[in-house]
């Protein structure tokens, strides 16, 4: 593991419990940093916090419900002092069927969660790094919203409008200390997969370039450096991570 220097700021992860979000955390501890880590999941942040470090702080957060977060971003920052970088990991796939056939209260939940999600979380915490003009925003987004993923229409129009949101927040800060990019993987192997039907998970292996899905931990590498001061010049960027597979 190369060292990146996070000593002595703070991060909001969201989604953290598990998964990539969960090793941003631990790549981001490594790295010097404190973190309190966000989940709906009460139980999944019990689990997670075996493999961080002691004392660290978390909080069950639905990401899709303002209340809860402007909660959560308020109650973080007094126990971290400051927040330092924010990590939209939070997210679900919905169901792999065809647009037309797509259950309506199925969509609106990718949206809540995915969209609204990403916006409410960015919209609570943007306030609190301006406070002290400094701050790393990375969301993240996934190829499937530059190509859109047949069979997967919900999660491809999601993460689209992450890109477009990350861009607009980016112009919109770019005369501030803060950056917001956002990060764009093919599929890396997780428990997101289970809610994929196995149709869909060897269509996304098959455009893969490299022949494998992604893993958590390359997710992370780059991710903690887009936390760091090291990224100065890049914000409403998209970041690559696929294998070969995106072209653009």
Known sequence: MNQLDFNGR????????????LAIAQRLIASGGRVSVWDRDAAALDKAKVHLTAGVDTRVVDVA????????AQA???ALGRIDALVCSAGITGP???????????????MEVNVDGVFLCNRAIVPVMLKQDYGRIVNIASVAGKEGNPNASAY???????????KSLGKELAKTGIRVNCVTPAAVKTAIFDQMSQQHIDFMLSKIPMGRFGQVEEIAALVAWLCTEDCSFSTGAVFDLSGGRATY
């Open 10 to 21: 703070t991060a909001v992860i969201t989604g953290g419990a598990a998964g990539i979000g």
């Open 65 to 72: 419900d303002a209340a809860s977060v402007d909660a959560a």
């Open 76 to 78: 973080a920052a007094a």
């Open 96 to 110: 792999n069927t065809t647009t037309w056939q797509y259950p309506v209260d199925a969509w609106r939940q990718v």
């Open 156 to 166: 491809s129009t999601s993460k689209a409008a992450v890109i477009g949101l990350t």
